[in-house]
């Protein structure tokens, strides 16, 4: 089976108080784009993947979903191959994405016929943005919250824009990031309510002024190159830049594709690498 997993930007990233897990509280508006690795599954007698890493969470997740199974031992190991595009370490939740595609696809090929809904709960002893890009893949834009355990459609299928995605090549440690990062104390609900409301109305002005990352101000405080990138991309036209989960990547909302391409093709000539996505939603 072939399949693609789509990357995530977070419009909205709000960080509360650490939990007794070690893990911050977390409220986010998930969204996906139509930026994807391309997954290969095939049955075979182990379960493997061709990725370098000794943590893939694709391997991961299909061991995890394999012994959720009721009769794991009758289920046949797979041989998992990846074409990857979404760049790693970038804040696009590409290894989560994956994950998230091995689960869906799983399910059909060892037909164990579970919802989105308890597969997003398998996908949290995975990672914690896995329940979420496994979730958006069938309602689109997610809200997550807890440590990512938790999580709902934002009821926007058919919501759409483009964006300029670009990265200033520095790698961003997600635990440094979150150390360096001051939780929020007191909760404005506006944030979640002002993106989401925006982006349904297709209110670019407001979605542009809503797009906000706590874990921005730390990431670029450990990454001055990350504040340049983002400066340059508003000097492009590039409206609400912001980053994506623990960075380095940036994104801002462009009018059109035509616009989005331009703008890429000129980061890129200036050395970021830089992209123009659409977000994704799956047809209802
Ligand atoms: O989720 P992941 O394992 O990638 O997180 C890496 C590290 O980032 C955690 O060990 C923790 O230090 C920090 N983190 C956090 N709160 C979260 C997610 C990650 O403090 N909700």
Redesign the pocket.
Known sequence: MTIEAFAKVNFTLEVFA?RAD???A?RSLVVPIELSDTLTIEFANAITSDLPYADDLCVKAAKVLRSSAPHPERLKGVRISVKKRIPAGGGLGGGSADAAGVLVALNEMWNLRYSPERLAEIGAAV??DVPALVLSRFAGPVVMEG??ELVRSASLKGAKVFLVIANPGVFCS??EV?KKCISRVTDDPSILYNMVSSFAAGDVDLMARSFMNDLEHPAVELHPRIGLLKERLEKAGVRGAAMSGSGSTLFGLVRSGEEGRAIAASLCAEGFKAWCVATYCPVV
């Open positions: 650490k070690g893990y911050h977390l990672g914690s440590r990512g997600t635990p979150f």
